[in-house]
Nanobody, 124 residues
Framework: QVQLVESGGGLVQAGGSLRLSCAASGRTFNSLSMGWFRQAPGKEREFVAAIRRNGASPYYADSVKGRFTISRDNAKNTIYLQMNSLKPEDTAVYYC?????????????????WGQGTQVTVSS
């Protein structure tokens, strides 16, 4: 069973940058599509970005398009979320997730394995 561990969260001022990492254990990482979701206090979990097995054609939520970049390094069993021009509304717990079977990248129900989350706080 694959396990996911996020890191890289923290406190940053508006306009700043952070890079989140999600390290996966197990030998099947390169067969998994991966995604990032986030959940702010009092809100539902929402899609942020997703990337296919081969890293091609990533998907982004409109709210982060042009500011966030998802990438993966299959040799390191790791995905990344580079977050630039951060805004206070980006404050949330960020989760990485793995999709074992093909499905909609945008819906959290399609993902089978989740990390524990990492807090990102953007101050104004």
């Amino acid at each position: 069973q694959v396990q996911l561990v996020e890191s890289g969260g923290g406190l940053v001022q508006a306009g700043g940058s952070l890079r989140l990492s999600c390290a996966a254990s197990g030998r099947t990482f390169n067969s998994l599509s991966m995604g990032w979701f986030r959940q702010a206090p009092g809100k539902e979990r929402e899609f942020v970005a997703a990337i296919r097995r081969n890293g091609a054609s990533p998907y982004y939520a409109d709210s982060v398009k042009g500011r966030f970049t998802i990438s993966r390094d299959n040799a390191k069993n790791t995905i990344y979320l580079q977050m630039n021009s951060l805004k206070p509304e980006d404050t949330a717990v960020y989760y990485c997730a793995a999709m074992v079977y093909s499905g909609s990248y945008y819906h959290s129900d399609e993902y089978d394995i989740w990390g524990q989350g990492t807090q990102v706080t953007v101050s104004s």
